[in-house]
């Protein structure tokens, strides 16, 4: 099945708190599952919507990931000092479980 | 004397600074020659010295008092320096080493002159006024200045060597012999000055023949009379110098050309270059890391206070285990967070902290293992290695690197266990692993597809004949045996598993010849993976002819012949022209007779595949080689070149390319 994947434009990330995150789609493609998920061939309905919900993530969790997504838009291909990121040591485990999940 | 690091060229005996003046086409024996008069001039004017000590200290007054404000300009960036002040400095470097005895014996005279030369800027009046008195403020400064940093030292010298330039008639040798800190904090500054390619100024003022200071020369412009020195500036059209007042008037015109000449590296860029080194080295290829790394790594360094991993995926469960191991944090605690009931796979890399019981309780912990890897289990005993036989009812893989306390009866009890179950098997450094573990193993595992054997103090011809009972291996690994393994039993052994061998590893079986080759090349039709490394004596022929017309084999994806130094172009040939279209990775390190010849005939092919090749300490490699490679090979990602001093930094590389091991890389 080939990819149609619109880059342009903005989506809308939403933890099961309901804390919505609007970030560039460019930015958050840095996740292979949600890239998967705009694939307007695969037929998802966040395609249409340009909205995901994420049940099992609650929103200091979503925004940590959020950051983790510009932050990597940024730095990406940069070849001076790359700033740490800097991840809470309580969320550390919380996070990699998503961020196996989100394939990132 | 070697102060000058970093030259391409290694060659003899020579001394770097010796091999440096050669390639710029300098000539030693004049600057020696130039440098022998002057110690005699030296010799000869000291005689005269007492004498003429008072019309000295006026000449020097006077020189010094003309100098006073250039100096004070120089003093915070060294910029107004002439060619001749550099050309002298090294110059002086070479008297100095020669000269200390000397030096010591003028200790004395020093004392006198101090005050006109030590004193910064303005030691003119003063000089004029009382000798007594400013001795001691001189004494009393010097006190106050223990420590001096470098670059103070480095201008304080200069503004010395001025000095001594201006009174050279009179005066025989620097009045202060220097401590052994500060002539090394002094070869360090001209060492980092060279290092940065500031070696313009030692050419020109060489080609310009310039005239020496303290001489007396005639002004280009205005034509009038005076003593050169060191700052003395030349003139416009380059062929005279300046007297001090032309000299200011033009510096004052032109100060952009003074301010650009030392452009030293900061210390945050060097610090950069040396991380980036760093980096290259560890294998940290990719720029930005992945969300899951670097949770793993905050997740390692707080692992002590984790009460349990939960389901985080396999993988990630062994990069949590690499990390760990790496930073030697594995021991009894820690590892059982990875004791998960449903684990099919765990994989400890440094186990040399985990006691046996707790090595025993993975058996009672993750009774569905099936595959178990244990590096560096020393601790191991005999008792644990029964539970994993008795216990681990799916284990099919077992690796146990370093476990020298099992014993041998342990090993035979084990397979016996186990019995056809077992499909995989390694084991290294031990002297407890003999014939008879090898038998049962052969008698029990008929099954058995890989076999690993690493640096096994008493494995034999014996052993290796035993192998050939066991028809299904598809990966058999012997390395660097500690007795003899000659070419018969592996020839045995390849006649019976060869034909299903895709992985064959020979590395550091030194006994082995060519005949081998001719084994492999009649059998191995599947081989993937070839490791001959450090077989030493193998020829180019038996290469060659491994290579030439090798039907039965469409061509190897890994092959290393590292050290095997037999190697020449022509098999270097054959091997790109048999496996060239699939090879991923390969290495020749140590192949010294692979020139450019083999390069040359590499342009001809593709590599398509290629992406690790280890070419360290072959000589020919140059930066056009580097160039010309990674034009046939557009998926090389790791180029390692240890000991290739032809390299340089001039090299074009690719983005996403890794050249591991250039000598300017490191040398930072």
């Known amino acids: 099945m080939s990819e149609v994947i619109d880059e342009e434009g903005s989506l809308t990330l939403v933890s099961n708190d309901g804390f919505q995150f609007v970030l560039p789609k460019k930015c958050a493609f840095a996740s292979k599952t949600i890239r998967n998920m705009f694939n307007k061939n695969s037929g998802y309905i966040e395609a249409k919507e340009n909205c995901v919900k994420f049940e099992e993530m609650r929103g200091a969790v979503l925004e940590k990931v959020c950051e983790y997504f510009i932050y990597k838009y940024k730095y990406s291909g940069y070849n001076g000092q790359v700033p740490e990121f800097q991840i809470p040591a309580e969320m550390g485990l919380e996070i990699l479980t998503i961020a196996d999940f989100l394939e990132t | 004397m070697s102060r000058r690091t970093g030259v391409s060229h290694v060659s003899g005996p020579n001394s770097a600074l010796t091999e440096f003046l050669r390639e710029k086409g300098i000539d030693t024996s004049r600057i020696q020659a130039a440098h022998g008069a002057s110690i005699r001039a030296r010799n000869i004017e000291n005689n005269r010295r007492i004498v003429e000590a008072s019309l000295a200290e006026a000449a020097a007054a006077a020189a010094a008092a003309a100098a006073g404000d250039e100096d004070a300009g120089d003093e915070d960036e060294e910029v107004g320096e002439s060619s001749a002040t550099a050309t002298r400095r090294r110059k002086k470097k070479v008297v100095k080493d020669d000269d200390e005895d000397e030096l010591m014996l003028d200790a004395e005279d020093e004392e006198e002159e101090q005050p006109v030369k030590s004193k910064r800027g303005r030691p003119s009046r003063q000089a004029a006024t009382t000798g007594i008195k400013l001795k001691v403020a001189a004494d009393t400064k010097k006190r106050k200045r223990p420590s001096i940093n470098y670059v103070q030292d480095d201008t304080e010298s200069e503004f010395e060597e001025d000095e001594e330039e201006e009174e050279v008639p009179v005066r025989t040798t620097r009045n202060r012999k220097p401590t052994k800190a500060q002539l090394k904090k002094k070869k360090e ?11 313009s100024d030692f050419e020109d003022s060489l080609a310009a023949n310039a005239p020496v200071p303290g001489q007396i020369a005639f002004c280009a412009e205005c034509n009038c009379r ?13 062929d005279g110098l300046l007297c001090h007042p032309c000299g200011n008037k033009k510096k004052k015109s032109a100060p952009a050309q003074t301010t650009v000449r030392r452009g030293k590296q900061t210390p945050a860029a060097r610090a950069n270059k040396k991380s980036t080194a760093r980096a290259l080295l560890d294998g940290d290829t990719s720029g930005i890391k992945s969300l899951q790394d670097m949770c793993i790594d905050v997740i390692a360094k707080h692992i002590d206070d984790v009460e ?62 099936r595959r178990l890897y244990l590096f560096w289990c020393g601790r191991m ?12 009812k799916q284990l099919e893989s077992l690796e146990l690197y370093g476990a020298f306390n099992v014993t041998e009866e342990c ?14 098997f390694g084991v290294s450094d031990t002297s407890r692993f003999k014939a008879a573990a090898v038998e049962a193993l052969v008698d029990n595992c008929p099954e058995l597809e890989v076999l690993r054997l690493r640096t096994l103090t008493h494995l034999n011809d014996e052993c290796v004949r035993l192998l050939t009972g066991l028809p299904n291996l598809k990966v058999l690994e012997i390395t660097e045996p500690q007795e003899s393994v000659t070419d ?15 992985e064959l590893t020979l590395y550091g079986c030194r006994d082995l010849t060519d005949e081998t080759l001719n084994a492999i090349h009649n059998s191995c039709g599947r081989l993937d993976i070839l490791n001959l490394g450090e077989v030493e004596l193998l020829t180019n022929d038996g290469i060659s002819q491994l290579f030439t017309e090798w039907t039965q084999n469409y061509g190897l994806k890994e092959l290393n012949l590292k050290c095997c130094l037999g190697l020449q172009n022509s098999g270097f040939a054959r091997i790109i022209d048999h496996s060239g279209r699939l090879l991923e990775k390969l290495s020749i390190n140590k192949c010294k007779d692979i020139n450019s010849d083999a390069w040359t005939f590499l342009q001809e092919f593709k590599l398509p595949r290629l992406e690790e090749m280890d070419v360290s300490f072959v000589r020919s490699v140059d930066d056009e080689v580097v160039e010309e490679t990674l034009k046939v090979a557009p998926e090389l990602s790791i180029l390692r070149v240890w000991g290739c001093s032809k390299l340089t930094q001039a090299c074009k590389l690719r983005e996403g390319f890794h050249l591991i091991g250039r000598e300017s890389d490191i040398l930072a």
């Open chain 2, 189 to 199: 500054a001209e060492r980092k000055m060279m290092e940065e390619g500031d070696t």
């Open chain 2, 226 to 238: 005076f003593t050169v020195t060191a700052y003395s500036q030349a003139s416009e059209d380059g």
């Open chain 2, 308 to 369: 349990t991993l939960g389901y985080i995926g396999s993988h990630n469960l062994d990069k949590i285990s690499q990390i760990l191991c790496k930073n030697r944090r594995l021991n009894d605690q820690t590892i059982k967070l990875f004791f998960e009931p449903a684990e099919h796979v765990l994989r400890f890399y440094d186990c040399s902290k985990v006691s046996s019981n707790s090595l025993r309780e993975i058996g009672a912990f993750v009774p569905t293992l």
């Open chain 2, 488 to 502: 018969g039993p592996i020839i045995d052994v390849l006649n019976t598993c060869g034909p299903g061998l895709s």
């Open chain 2, 411 to 424: 090993y035979v009890r084990f397979f016996k266990n186990i019995g056809s179950r077992l499909k995989e």
């Open chain 2, 381 to 392: 005993n005999d008792e644990c290695l029964d539970y994993y036989g008795t216990q681990l």
